[in-house]
């Protein structure tokens, strides 16, 4: 129960932040967005409509045809965030801080939009609308749910080309980009982790050595090579991107023809890591 409250307070926080960045910059300098919000934005723009309830019915329609494509807890943090949303939406709306710069208004305005958002996420929670669309088309086409939500969110910022000026629309995707970056910052923090495979002939030897640097086990992988069609033992291991460089030269130091693939990890869980409960 204490993790629950805790990811609703984030939800909470997450949603206020969202909407500070939202009256205070967007609509500010006549900005779009992707998702619900973008939608919102538009009838704002066009209709003169307050953006706090028309995202609140958008999302709240949409939850309520994708429930079942959601996680029961996936689906109430959901709802909290729209019903949150939509409050902190109309609390702030007569906001304002008088910036009239584009190039201020979208940086800020994404950064302050991507850190709600990344607080938001991190709970598993969605803010709705093409998230759980994409979900939905997922389940019934090969389409996967984040190329659902970047095109659908693609659709919504070209939708308002119809609306606003052209230039409004570049800094719009400007602004998106910039939301993007600092929701990943919030998700995977100050140092983000790393996966690295490692093919070599000593991998028990370097396997050992990377658990006493850096405190975590690695798993030992049997394969056979493509080529040679012997059988070779792969090292996998997660770690801090900290630690990247030392691990090079610690692979390096123990086989010189040792080979290394490092990839970049969206999110890392279980021991050691994040709990996945």
Not at 17 to 32: M, R
Not at 117 to 143: C, D, N, P, R, W
């Amino acid at each position: 129960m204490n993790k629950h409250y805790k990811s609703i307070i984030l939800c909470l926080i997450g949603a206020f932040i969202n909407a500070i960045g939202i009256n205070c910059f967007l609509l500010e300098a006549n900005l779009g967005s992707g998702g619900t919000i973008g939608i919102s934005l538009a009838l704002r723009y066009t209709l003169g409509l307050s953006p706090a309830l028309t995202s609140l019915i958008i999302n709240i329609l949409v939850v309520i045809i994708g429930w079942k494509f959601l996680s029961k807890t996936t689906a109430i943090y959901t709802v909290v965030v729209s019903l949150s949303l939509s409050l902190f939406l109309n609390l702030t709306e007569g906001m304002n801080l008088g910036v009239d710069n584009f190039v201020i208004n979208s940086v800020f305005g994404g950064a302050i939009i991507g850190i709600g958002v990344g607080l938001i996420f991190s709970t598993g929670a969605t803010l709705g609308g093409t998230s759980v669309i994409a979900k939905i088309i997922s389940k019934y086409t090969e389409m996967k749910t984040s190329q659902g939500v970047f095109i659908l969110d693609g659709l919504v910022v070209l939708s308002f080309l119809l609306v606003l000026p052209i230039e409004n629309v570049l800094f719009t995707i400007i602004m998106l980009f910039v939301t993007e970056r600092a929701t990943s910052f919030v998700i995977e923090g100050f140092n983000p982790k790393k996966a690295v495979t490692i093919i070599s002939n000593n991998n028990e030897s370097i396997s050992n050595k990377i658990n006493s640097f850096t405190g975590r086990g690695s798993t030992l992988l049997t394969g056979n090579g493509g080529y040679s069609k012997s059988e070779k033992t792969m090292l996998y291991v997660v770690v801090p991107q900290s630690q990247v460089t030392r691990i090079k030269r610690l692979v390096n130091n123990e086989d010189e023809n040792a080979f290394l693939a490092i990839h970049d990890v969206r999110d890392v869980l279980g021991s050691g890591f994040i709990n996945i409960n």
